[in-house]
């Protein structure tokens, strides 16, 4: 009796604590701010000019800004509390953030950042993850995860992050919003904290393209032009068969939007792996100096390979110091990385210099003035939060080959939501030269609308093949189980039905076959249920009411036996 007791008490121990556990995690997803800001706070635009004078152009819009941007009057955290408790409130605004509410736009909050703003994933653990509003099951991306859930969740209509290697495009990709990486150097990164000086960019999310193409010229202070429209658009072959999704789901629309808008000869295929290892010489360079690998490894990985070594040794440059000193409690991926035993030579930095000048002019005179380089922004769908596959080769070496094109030529990039697979955003990207962030721009605001329209037509006609491949493995499956009944062999006929069925569940035929047969095996109970289903599927199913009035039969069921009679006798 005092076990029985014990156990007991363990039994209901163990419920409250999954009640507990349950409630934390639906707390977490229904989070009033998706868990997006840090803080909230409020920077007011200056009063509209008196007419006839033009109003700010960015009057009315509402944007956030990654816990990295300085403002005067509070704490830049860097998405680590130790970093907030060991550093002085700011005392200037950075420039970028006093240009966007110059022009018109009102901050209304800091935004969470990964730790340090290093990792890509989105996730940290002092002040949670932000919960993706596309995929809430999934990781928002990163580092600057909570511009990116600001903006998808509709709190904002844009925000600014930071793009060392993809911490904006990886969370406008995963989050299914707009990301915008300008060439390196356009914008100021006074009052910004460096991770990476050589790759830094500040970066900008949206919505709506709309409020891009009023942002942008704010963002990176260019003068009105004429819009240009480009003269050849590369689909960069080999880095789209790095995608773990069937590839035409992304190069499909974009070569249906080009053909509407420009016409197929715009389209051309390239192959980047050849081309970078011809035009960039230094890599060669990089991969006796520096990799210790017996096998050949492809350009782009090794671009990937440089890009890491580069932001690993810039950001202990300037950050090593602090975290000798304060010993942060660091995320066990993040601590690996910024800790680990980098021996650069001056010899071995001269190269990822010369390699990011090689790339810059590499991809300038692919691109020229009127080209567009297109690529998938991230190779694999966002992965599930908690998910180890974040830590793979695979993963880590296909997401930043992709990425760090970007980052290690400054050429401008914008990440663009394709709609959804499995549940999960798909996005596609646009490489424009440096300096080309106006025309890269003007071809977004022009292909935004059928891009979208593509992609939401291929993405349904590839439901609806689904859908017709199961319900022709469904009859496959059921043909099956009619010669299995036939044969006799009841039991093979029942899984053959149950196949058929878990294919196409709503056929009132599979449920009323596999009824017989369990009829033949005196499973009256299934058979009954069966012939049920199959009726509240087809009202005028003669078989199955034949087969449930002699299951109720069987089993004593007299009064509902002889209703199934009389409707039978009604419908003769």
């Known amino acids: 009796m005092a076990s029985h007791a014990a156990n007991l008490w363990v039994l209901l121990g163990l419920g409250l604590a999954g009640i507990l556990l349950m409630t934390k995690r639906l707390k977490k997803t229904i989070k009033a701010d998706f868990g997006a800001f840090i803080q909230k706070l409020e920077l007011l635009p200056p009063p509209q000019p008196a007419p006839p004078k033009a109003p700010h152009p960015l009057a009315g819009l509402t944007f956030a800004v990654s816990d990295i941007f300085d403002i005067e009057g509070y704490v830049t955290g860097f998405g680590h509390p130790d970093w907030e408790k060991t550093h002085e409130a700011s005392s200037h605004t950075s420039s970028v953030v006093l240009s966007l509410v110059e022009g018109g736009a009102t901050c209304v909050g800091k935004t969470i950042v990964d730790e340090l703003a290093y990792s890509i994933h989105g996730e940290n653990k002092h002040y949670s993850t932000p ?16 511009a990116a859930v600001a903006v998808a969740a509709n709190f904002v209509d844009f925000s600014l992050g930071i793009d060392t290697l993809g911490g904006v495009r990886v969370p406008a990709a995963f989050c299914g919003v707009i990301g915008f990486r300008p060439s390196y150097g356009v914008v100021s990164h006074t009052g910004i904290i460096p991770v990476s000086s050589s790759l830094d960019t500040v970066g900008l999310f949206a919505k709506d393209p709309n409020i891009l193409r009023r942002v942008g010229p704010v963002l990176l202070q260019l003068p009105f032009l004429v ?111 910024i800790n680990e035993t980098l021996d650069m030579t001056d010899r071995e930095i001269e190269i990822c210099k010369s390699i990011r000048n090689e790339m810059g002019l590499a991809v300038d005179s692919l691109l020229k003035d009127d080209g567009i380089l297109v690529i998938p922004t991230t190779a694999y769908l966002p992965p599930k939060l908690g998910s180890k596959e974040v830590f793979s080769e695979d993963y880590q070496n296909c997401m930043f080959s992709l990425l760090s094109i970007a980052s290690m030529s400054g050429c401008c990039q914008v990440t663009l939501p394709l709609g959804y697979h499995d549940k999960c955003p798909v996005s596609v990207s646009f490489i424009a030269r440096r300096g080309g962030d106006r025309f890269l721009l003007d071809t977004v605001q022009t292909m935004y609308s059928s891009l979208q329209e593509y992609a ?16 022709h493995s469904a009859d496959v499956a059921k043909e099956k189980g009619n010669q299995a009944y036939k044969d006799k062999q009841w039991q093979k006929a029942i899984g053959f039905y149950t196949e058929a069925i878990k294919l196409s569940g709503n056929n009132a035929t599979y449920y009323g076959n596999r009824a017989a047969a369990y009829l033949e095996l005196g499973s009256f109970l299934q058979a009954e249920a069966d012939c049920t289903k199959a009726i509240n599927l087809d009202k005028k199913n003669v078989k199955a009411y034949l087969r449930r009035g002699t299951a109720r039969e069987m089993l004593g069921y007299y009064k509902e036996a002889i209703e199934d009679e009389i409707y039978l006798l009604g419908e003769e």
């Open 227 to 337: 819009q240009r429209n480009p003269r050849k658009i590369l689909l960069a072959d080999d880095c789209f068969q790095l995608l773990k999704i069937p590839m035409d789901r992304v190069s499909q629309v974009v070569i249906n939007s080009t053909e509407k808008h420009f016409g197929r000869q715009l389209l051309k295929h390239e192959n980047l792996e050849n081309y970078f290892s011809s035009k960039v010489p230094s890599l060669k360079e990089f991969y006796s100096e520096k990799i210790n690998c017996g096998s050949k490894i492809s350009s782009i990985s090794l671009l990937a390979n440089v890009a890491q070594f580069l932001q690993r040794y810039e950001f202990k440059c300037v950050h090593e110091e602090w975290i000798k000193s304060e010993k942060p409690g660091l995320d066990s991926a993040v601590s690996a990385q």
């Open 456 to 471: 939401d037509t291929i993405s349904k006609s590839k439901l609806l093949r689904k859908a017709v491949n199961q319900e």
């Open 131 to 146: 919960t993706n509003p596309s995929a809430p099951a999934c990781i928002p991306g990163g580092s600057s995860s909570g």
